[in-house]
T-cell receptor, first 112, second 114 residues
């Protein structure tokens, strides 16, 4: 069964600190993996899209990694800001169906 | 990128009534997607709205409960019919970027059914 699991469920960090969010998936055959940021009361906004051949992709202070062999991805946030407080959702696409499988997200709170 | 306007942003409705959610995109798109996000859960695809044909519904979702209109390439509506408290959720419309495949989401409709 195609699944996407994220950890931790929630995370609290202090402003200026770094953090790493994890995503494990069992989707096969793999097409691509996306990270989204969803502010409270808003729709998700795309951070990165990674295909099979990409190991690392950055978007400002956000860096996503992908290990297609172990089917793991991480999202690293550097020098966190209060505005980083949001849910981060990992989404994996299956090549044969183009279906998107959504993780339940990691709720990040950044405190001053 | 695509700019998506979704309304209403939130509503509180009585059991048994219906609510229609509108989604307007600033460019022409072939497919529009409707998602539901129940509290503390991931997004679940309800249906794909195709212009000029009936919407394609995912398992567990039916047209009688969630009728969808797609009159043109920039607009779609989702109706939540005969609502019950279990329908309380965030409903999101989405489109896919033509070249990147990137998904763009509306701001969502927070629905509460009493």
């Amino acid at each position: 069964k195609n699944q996407v699991e994220q950890s931790p469920q929630s995370l609290i960090i202090l402003e200026g600190k770094n953090c790493t969010l994890q995503c494990n998936y069992t989707v096969s055959p793999f097409s691509n993996l996306r990270w989204y940021k969803q502010d409270t009361g808003r729709g998700p906004v795309s951070l990165t899209i990674m295909t099979f051949s990409e190991n690392t992709k950055s978007n400002g202070r956000y860096t996503a990694t992908l290990d297609a062999d172990t089917k793991q991805s991480s999202l690293h946030i550097t020098a966190s800001q209060l505005s980083d407080s949001a849910s981060y959702i990992c989404v994996v696409s299956a090549r044969n169906t183009d279906k998107l499988i959504f993780g339940t997200g990691t709720r990040l709170q950044v405190f001053p | 990128s695509a700019v998506i306007s979704q309304k209403p942003s939130r509503d509180i409705c009585q059991r048994g009534t219906s609510l229609t959610i509108q989604c307007q995109v600033d460019s022409q798109v072939t497919m529009m997607f409707w998602y539901r996000q129940q509290p503390g859960q991931s997004l679940t695809l309800i249906a794909t709205a195709n212009q000029g044909s009936e919407a394609t519904y995912e398992s567990g979702f039916v047209i009688d409960k969630f009728p969808i209109s797609r009159p043109n390439l920039t607009f779609s509506t989702l109706t939540v019919s005969n609502m019950s408290p279990e329908d309380s959720s965030i409903y999101l419309c989405s489109v896919s970027g033509p070249l990147t495949g990137k998904l763009f989401f509306g701001s969502g409709t927070q629905l509460s059914v009493l």
